[in-house]
């Protein structure tokens, strides 16, 4: 069983739609939440990061952290074009000092 | 500053030939990264170095994977002899901390015929 399951879609929209992407993990060690956006042929970048459970919103995006259920998403409302992206969750815990462990990533096309 | 710097960012080479992938992380992150990312397998973690020390190199897959940190401005990433396998985007990223935001740089293309 892999540490992080994502479903790698992908996932086509209307724009103005409210989109769900969504990550499911298994260590209940993991104590950082992150999310990280990636545009076609460019590096990640960090698009969302929350520490405890809960949910916490920046604009049109909200991340929401349900550790009890090991199960992490991200909301994006009225979605743009510019939002067609492929997004990447990624966890990190105290047990692996440095390193973020990243979902397979979700590709979301956003149609005008 | 400019960010994760990365050359070259295309590179075609021929089967068992040596590749060499270099980096400029940003100035004062003390986390370097080297990821690797496929359509097949999605983004996977090579090896990552804390100052300037390999940490965990648990995700080199094999033998002819090679990396190096002589300094904390210069990191390179070495394949000998590449394989058309290992055909992918290689990125390398850097960080404050373990679990400060990682920046990417813009990744090298490598294809091996």
């Known amino acids: 069983q892999k540490e992080v399951e994502q479903d790698p879609g992908p996932l086509s929209v209307p724009e103005g739609a409210i989109v769900s992407l969504n990550c499911t993990y298994s260590n209940s060690a993991f104590q950082y939440f992150m999310w990280y956006r990636q545009y076609s042929r460019k590096g990640p970048e960090l698009l969302m990061y929350?520490?405890?459970?809960g949910n916490k919103e920046d604009g049109r995006f909200t991340a929401q952290v349900d550790k009890s259920s090991k199960y992490i998403s991200l909301f994006i409302r009225d979605s743009q074009p510019s939002d067609s992206a492929t997004y990447l969750c990624a966890l990190w815990g105290s047990s692996n000092t440095g390193k973020l462990i990243f979902g397979q990533g979700t590709t979301l096309q956003v149609k005008p | 500053d400019a960010g994760v710097i990365q050359s070259p960012r295309h590179e075609v080479t021929e089967m068992g030939q040596e590749v060499t992938l270099r980096c400029k992380p940003i100035?004062?992150?003390?986390?370097l990264f080297w990821y690797r990312q496929t359509m097949m397998r999605g983004l996977e973690l090579l090896i990552y170095?804390?100052?300037?020390?390999?940490?965990?190199d648990s995700g080199m897959p094999e033998d002819r994977f090679s990396a190096k940190m002589p300094n904390a401005s210069f990191s390179n990433l070495k394949i000998q002899p590449s394989e058309p396998r290992d055909s992918a985007v290689y990125f390398c990223a850097s960080s404050l901390s373990g679990a400060n935001e990682q920046f990417f740089g813009p990744g090298t293309r490598l294809t091996v015929l």
């Open positions: 929350t520490y405890s459970s």
């Open positions: 170095f804390n100052n300037n020390v390999p940490i965990d």
């Open positions: 100035s004062g992150h003390d986390y």
